[in-house]
C-alpha cells in the first residue's frame, strides 16, 4: 500500500470516498453494490493510506463521517421467536377456506364462535422491539425471519417507539410495522427535489432507506412511523386476546391502528375488508390488503404455523391496480433459449406508488389477441412483485398513423430466422418465436454464459450478470470454456485495460475533468477472489455442469437425471452424436428414463445438430473436472415412487429437493394425477395440494419430507 507514490495515494483516497459514498448510497436505498467483505477491505485500505500519508487524509474521508458503524454494517441479531410472514388470500372463497381451516384443525362445532380480528395491511417493513424490565433493549429488522440486523438506535429515533415502558412483563418483544405516510412522503420528496437529491420511488421504500441509516440523524430526521401488529416473546402475557394486548400496548404507549376491528364471522371480516378498500385511496397511508388474525392467544398457540406462516393468520390482498399510459414502443428482447419476448416501452406512469415504463407482452399471439400497436393508449396492470402486464387497447384513444406490429421473423440481435417450431407430437405450433443463431448469436451466447456462471448454473461467485456483460463486450469471454482460460490471459495485462474496473463494481470517477479509474492494486484482490472461485467451480458435481449448459428442457432436476445415465462428459457427447440418427437407440435409451421424454430428447438432437454446439462443449469439457454423480439408490426410500413437489420449502429450494428425491429413487414430475405416490406441500402451496387432497394422495408437510430426506 505505501508503496504507491504521494500523487497516486491522494488519487487513491480520492477515489475510494467516491466509490464508498456511492456503496453506501446504494446500500442505503436497500440495493447495495458491494459485498460487505468488499466494502470493509476498501475501508482498511482507506485506513492505511492514511496512516502512511496524514496530511492527505480528506475531509469526506469516508474514516471521519459521523455515526457509521465500524464495520459489516448492521450487527445480525437472532429472533427469540421467528418473525413470520403470512399466506396471502385472493378471494372471498379464500377467506371463507381459511376460516373453516382454522375450524376444522380447531374441531369446532357448526355455531361455535370464532373471534377474528381483522386490520390493515401496512405497506413498510417490519420490527421487532425486545423490551427487558422496561428498557428498550434492542430493535431489530425482519432480515429473513430468523436472523434480523440490530437497528436499535435508528428505531429509538422514532417517535411512536417509546424507550422505557412503565408495568410491563420483564421481558416483552413489540413487532409492527414502520412506514412513512403519504402526505409526509410527499413532504419529503419533494424536499430532497429542491435539493438536488434522488426520491424515493414510493413511501415503503422511503421508509426502508430511512431506517437502515448508517448515520442515526439522517434516521432522525425521517418522518418514521410504527405501528404495532405482533408480539414476540413474553415473560407473561399482557391478556387471553390479540385485541386485549393491543389495548394494553395503547397503556404502555404504543398507538393501535384504528381501523382493526373485532369480527365474529367471515362475512364480517369481509364487510369490514370492503369498508377498508372503500376508504383506501383517502388514508393517509399505504396498505396492500386486510390481515385476519385469530383473536384468542391459546387458539394461536395450538394452531400454530406452516413453514414461515401462522395458521391462524392470513393476509386478504386487494386486487392488482391499474392505470392507462401510452405505450411508446414495442422491443424485442432475445432470451437464453433465443426466445423473442416483445416488451412494451410506457410512457411513465405511477401504478400503486409505483413508476413503471415497462410491461411484458408475452408473445406474438399476446400481441395479436390484444391487437396492441406502437402509439396505443392501454391499460397496465401490477399485482405485487410480478412484471407489469398490458391488459387491454382503449381504442377510442387509437392513433390513425398506428400500424398493426410486425412480429419479427429475423432475430434484432443477429439476424438468424427467428421460427416458431411445430412440436412433432402435437402438430401446434410453439407461442414462442425463437433466434435459430444459437451461440452466434450475441444475446443468446451472452444470456447463456450468464446463466452459466449464475446460482442456477456454476455459481462462480464474483461474476455476475454485469461483469459478464463487460467481459462479452470486450470480447474477452465468449463462451464458458473461456471462463477458465482468464486466469492464464491475465498476464496479457486484459485486466488493466481502463474501463475493466468496473469489472468489480469500482466505477469511473471524474476529478476536475479527469476520469481515475481503479487502479490493479485494490483490483487484483478481487481478481484473485474471482479466480479462486473459477478454479474452484471446475469440480463442480457433473449433474451441475450439465444444468449450467442452459439447454432447453435441460434443467436442473433433468440434468440430475442425465447425469446419473450419463456420467461423463465423453459419455453426454456420445449421446448427442447418437441422437442425430433417426431411431437411434441413443433415443430410445434416452427416454426410457423415468423423467425423461421426447422433449428432452428432441431438444438435446437440436443441441448437437449443430456442430458449433459440440465444439463449444468440447472446449468447455476440457476445462473441467466434474465430480462424479451419486447414483440414483434403486433401494432408496422413494424407489420407485412418483413424488410432486409444491409450494415454497424453507430448509432447501425447490431444486436441491427435487435432485434429493431423485437421488433417493423417485421420480420427481410436476403435476398430480392420481398416479403420484406422493406430494410435498410446502409454504404457500396452492392448487395441486389441493387436487391431492382431493384425490386423497399422501401429502407430506416440509416436516415429514425432511424426515425422509435426511433418513
Ligand atoms: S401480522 C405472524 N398484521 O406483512 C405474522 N403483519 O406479509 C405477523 N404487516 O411480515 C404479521 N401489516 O411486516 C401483520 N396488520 C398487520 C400487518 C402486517 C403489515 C406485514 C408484516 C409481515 C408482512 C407479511
Not at 295 to 308: C, H
Request: hydrophobic letters at 40%; aromatic letters at 6%; a negative charge.
Amino acid at each position: 500500500m505505501s508503496k504507491l507514490s504521494r500523487d497516486e495515494a491522494a488519487a487513491r483516497l480520492a477515489e475510494i470516498a467516491t466509490i464508498m459514498a456511492e456503496a453506501d448510497q446504494a446500500y442505503d436505498d436497500a440495493q447495495p453494490i458491494m459485498t460487505d467483505a468488499a466494502y470493509d477491505e476498501l475501508r482498511a485500505e482507506n485506513l492505511a493510506l492514511e496512516k502512511a500519508f496524514p496530511d492527505l487524509k480528506r475531509a469526506d474521508s469516508p474514516s471521519v463521517k459521523v455515526g457509521s458503524v465500524p464495520t459489516g454494517r448492521f450487527a445480525k441479531i437472532a429472533h427469540a421467536r421467528p418473525m413470520l410472514s403470512l399466506d396471502n388470500a385472493f378471494t372471498d372463497e379464500d377467506v371463507f377456506d381459511f376460516v373453516a381451516r382454522v375450524r376444522r384443525f380447531l374441531g369446532l362445532e357448526e355455531g361455535a364462535p370464532l373471534q377474528l380480528i381483522a386490520e390493515p395491511k401496512i405497506d413498510g417493513l417490519s420490527a421487532s422491539l425486545r423490551y427487558e424490565h422496561g428498557q428498550l433493549m434492542v430493535g431489530a429488522t425482519r432480515g429473513d425471519g430468523t436472523v434480523g440486523e440490530d437497528i436499535t438506535p435508528n428505531l429509538k429515533t422514532l417517535d411512536d417507539i417509546p424507550h422505557t415502558l412503565k408495568n410491563a412483563p420483564d421481558v416483552l418483544e413489540v413487532r409492527g410495522e414502520v412506514y412513512i405516510s403519504k402526505s409526509d412522503f410527499a413532504r419529503m420528496n419533494e424536499g430532497f427535489e429542491k435539493a438536488g437529491e434522488k426520491t424515493f420511488a414510493n413511501p415503503r421504500n422511503a421508509a426502508a432507506g430511512s431506517l437502515r441509516q448508517k448515520d442515526v440523524a439522517v434516521t432522525a430526521s425521517r418522518p418514521l412511523r410504527f405501528f404495532t401488529h405482533g408480539l414476540g416473546e413474553l415473560a407473561a402475557p399482557l391478556a387471553d386476546t390479540f385485541s386485549g394486548s393491543v389495548e394494553a400496548l395503547e397503556k404502555l404507549g404504543f398507538p393501535p391502528n384504528p381501523l382493526a376491528k373485532v369480527c365474529q364471522t367471515s362475512e364480517e371480516v369481509l364487510a369490514h375488508y370492503r369498508m377498508i378498500e372503500e376508504q383506501r385511496a383517502s388514508l393517509d397511508y399505504d396498505i396492500d390488503g386486510v390481515v385476519y388474525k385469530v383473536d384468542a392467544l391459546d387458539l394461536q398457540e395450538r394452531l400454530g404455523f406452516v413453514g414461515r406462516a401462522p395458521r391462524w393468520a392470513i393476509a386478504h390482498k386487494f386486487p392488482a391496480e391499474k392505470a392507462t399510459t401510452v405505450l411508446e414502443r414495442i422491443e424485442i428482447q432475445v432470451g437464453r433459449t433465443g426466445s423473442l419476448t416483445p416488451i412494451a416501452r410506457l410512457r411513465p406512469v405511477t401504478v400503486g406508488g409505483v413508476v413503471i415504463s415497462n410491461a411484458t407482452l408475452h408473445n406474438q399471439d399476446e400481441i395479436e389477441r390484444l391487437d396492441v400497436r406502437e402509439g396505443d393508449t392501454v391499460e397496465v396492470q401490477r399485482a405485487g412483485d410480478v412484471i407489469p402486464q398490458v391488459l387491454r387497447v382503449i381504442e377510442s384513444k387509437r392513433p390513425k398513423t398506428a400500424k398493426s406490429f410486425a412480429f419479427p421473423t429475423v432475430c434484432p440481435v443477429c439476424g438468424s430466422d427467428a421460427v416458431r417450431e411445430i412440436n412433432q407430437r402435437t402438430g401446434e405450433r410453439d407461442v414462442v418465436r425463437r433466434c435459430t443463431g444459437g451461440f452466434i448469436c450475441d444475446a443468446q451466447a451472452s444470456e447463456k454464459l450468464k446463466h452459466f456462471v449464475s446460482k442456477a448454473g456454476l455459481d462462480i461467485d464474483g461474476l455476475g450478470e454485469r461483469q459478464v456483460d463487460d467481459f462479452f463486450r470486450r470480447h474477452m469471454v465468449r463462451e464458458p470454456a473461456e471462463i477458465f482460460t482468464l486466469p492464464s490471459r491475465q498476464a496479457t495485462g486484459i485486466f488493466n485495460v481502463q474501463g475493466t474496473s468496473d469489472l468489480f463494481n469500482y466505477k469511473k470517477s471524474t476529478k476536475q475533468g479527469v476520469a481515475v479509474w481503479s487502479n490493479a492494486v485494490t483490483n487484483q484482490k478481487s481478481i484473485d477472489n474471482l479466480f479462486a472461485s473459477i478454479e474452484s467451480s471446475r469440480t463442480r458435481p457433473w449433474g451441475r455442469i450439465l444444468a449450467s449448459l442452459g439447454i432447453r428442457h435441460v434443467g436442473q432436476v433433468t440434468a440430475n437425471l442425465l447425469a446419473v445415465r450419463y456420467p461423463s462428459p465423453e459419455a453426454f457427447v456420445a449421446l448427442g452424436e447418437g441422437l442425430q440418427a433417426d431411431e437411434s437407440p441413443s433415443r430410445e435409451e434416452l427416454t426410457s428414463i423415468d423423467g425423461l421424454g421426447e422433449t428432452v430428447a428432441d431438444s438435446l438432437r437440436d443441441f448437437f445438430s449443430d456442430a458449433r454446439n459440440e465444439a463449444v462443449l468440447t472446449r468447455l469439457f476440457a476445462e473441467l473436472n466434474p465430480e462424479a454423480p451419486a447414483q440414483a439408490d434403486d433401494d432408496g426410500p422413494l424407489s420407485g415412487k412418483s413424488i410432486v413437489f409444491t409450494g415454497g420449502l424453507t430448509e432447501m429450494t425447490r431444486d436441491e429437493a427435487k435432485a434429493l428425491a431423485a437421488r433417493l429413487g423417485a421420480r420427481v414430475v410436476s403435476s398430480v394425477s392420481k398416479k403420484t405416490d406422493i406430494v410435498v406441500a410446502g409454504e404457500k402451496a396452492g392448487s395441486k395440494e389441493k387436487k391431492a387432497r382431493e384425490l386423497g394422495l399422501t401429502v407430506w408437510d416440509e416436516a415429514q419430507w425432511l424426515q425422509v430426506a435426511r433418513g
